[in-house]
């Protein structure tokens, strides 16, 4: 087993590795390799931690490190660090390789001076590298509330005390902006990913939580998905937003905005605590802007 830089002939094999490793696991389908495509070009794409693991000769693993923020309540923003795609081919997965490229690129990244990492991911995994909710060190997820334990939301300080050290007690974190390029750029990506054998997509339990691209609704089960013009499943919209290619509401972000704080009822009771309609649409507010259909 050998670890390296990746190198630009490694680029398509890599970008396969990930396809394969990513299909239908954390959402229908997959985005990623289209994220490290790009992202290769990205300012805030680290290099030296873009790194291939060799078994035999063959690359079965890969992973890439990205410059972040943490956004503190008083609006300033300190510099942070985030990774991922990290990648092992199926074949290989469950047998300990991806453990060992995690901490071998880790230690890498201490030794860089990268001092606290957060990411989104299966706890189930990551704890084995250190990592715990991010919650637990007072950093949120961007589309929850702040007093909530976001399960896939995790981090890990590198360096001991470097929140402290830095000043931060409490922080919100915000994914890099090039990791939503599937979404900004829908038919270049729809473009690259045909340029790879086709593959169906799933909806299965286990999947990261699927949201409404347009209400925010969450979707629990394939009858809430919207279709396609030819009848297929959507996987970005629900059936009340979205059905045989076509959007149901000529609206805006805000109308949609007060449309869904009529049911706010409804939406408390899946609430670990309920919220005001008011509270419900300064939430909105946040969240819509992120969503593929309000994306500017």
Not at 111 to 116: S, V
Request: charged letters at 25%.
């Amino acid at each position: 087993m050998n670890i390296r830089l990746e190198n630009t002939e490694d680029y398509r094999e890599v970008e396969n590795l990930t396809r394969e490793a990513f299909w239908n696991v954390y959402r229908p389908g997959c985005k990623e390799h289209f994220v490290l495509n790009q992202y290769r070009t990205n300012p805030d794409f680290i290099p030296e931690l873009s790194l291939v693991m060799e078994e035999e000769g063959k690359i079965i693993g890969h992973v890439m490190y990205s410059k972040a923020e943490l956004v503190l309540d008083n609006g300033k923003h300190i510099p942070s660090w985030t990774f991922g795609p990290i990648s092992i081919l199926p074949n290989y997965q469950s047998k300990g390789y991806g453990l060992k490229l995690l901490q071998y690129s880790l230690e890498k990244a201490r030794e860089m001076g990268i001092g606290f990492v957060c990411m989104e991911g299966n706890i189930n995994f990551y704890r084995h590298a250190g990592f715990g909710l991010a919650s637990k060190l007072g950093i949120h997820y961007h589309t929850e509330p702040k007093d909530s334990e976001v399960p896939y939301f995790l981090a890990l300080e590198l360096i001991p005390g470097w929140l402290t050290s830095n000043g931060i007690t409490e922080a919100t974190y915000c994914p890099p902006k090039a990791y939503f390029v599937c979404d900004e750029q829908p038919k270049a990506f729809e473009a690259y990913d045909a340029t790879f054998p086709k593959k169906e997509k799933e909806f299965h339990e286990g999947q990261l939580p699927q949201f409404c691209q347009s209400c925010g609704m969450k979707l629990n089960r394939i009858e809430d998905f919207g279709t396609n013009e030819d009848g297929s499943t959507n996987f970005d919209y629900c059936q009340y937003c979205y059905k045989d290619g076509h959007f149901l509401q000529d609206v805006t972000m805000e109308g949609m905005i007060d449309h869904c704080a009529q049911f706010i009822s409804e939406m408390n009771k899946m609430m670990p605590k309920p919220m005001t309609a008011d509270e419900y649409r300064q939430m909105a507010n946040a969240f819509f802007p992120m969503l593929k259909r309000w994306r500017k």
